[in-house]
C-alpha cells in the first residue's frame, strides 16, 4: 500500500491525480476520494488547495460540470476526468519515443533517445499504475519497478504491445 506523506505538497500532488483519473464533480467527492486514501482534509484546506492548484470546473460532453488542473509544462489546458486522455497520451509517446523494453524479475528498462526518458516517465506515472510502484529516469533510460516480484517481462511486454497498437 502506498504511504502519502501528511504533507501540503504529497496532498496537493494526489488532488492533481485524482482530478486527471476521476470524473470529480464536487469537493465533497473529492474528500471522499482523499479519504480512501487515507488523506483527511477540511473542506476550507481543499478549496486553499484547489485554488492553488488552478483548480477549474469544466464541462464534459455529457454536460456534467467536473472538476480540472491544467496541464503540465505551462499548457493552460485543464485535464480532467477519467484517466484515458493520460493513457492515449502514454500510447503516443510510448509509439514515439520508446526504443526498447528489456525486463527481469521487478525491473523494467526501456530505453528512448537521448533527452527522452524524463517525458515518457512522466507519462507512465500519469497514466496510473500498470502494475509498477514507480518510475526512475535518466537521459535516455527509464526503470520501472514492478509491484509483482516476477511481474518485470509481463510490464514489457504490455509496453511493447502498447507501441505496437494503433492510435
Known sequence: MTRIPATKAAR???IVDLLTRHSVRSQSD???L???RGVTATVSTLSRDLDELGAV???QSDGTLVYAVPAEGGDPTPRAGDGSAAVARLQRL???LMVTADATANLVVLRTPPGAAQFLASAIDHAGSVG???TIAGDDTVLLICRDPDGGPAVAEYFTQLAGQSA
Open 94 to 96: 510510448v509509439r514515439e
Open 132 to 134: 509498477t510502484l514507480g
Open 34 to 36: 482523499l479519504a480512501d
Open 57 to 59: 470546473r469544466v464541462r
Open 12 to 14: 496537493q500532488q494526489l
Open 30 to 32: 473529492l474528500l471522499a
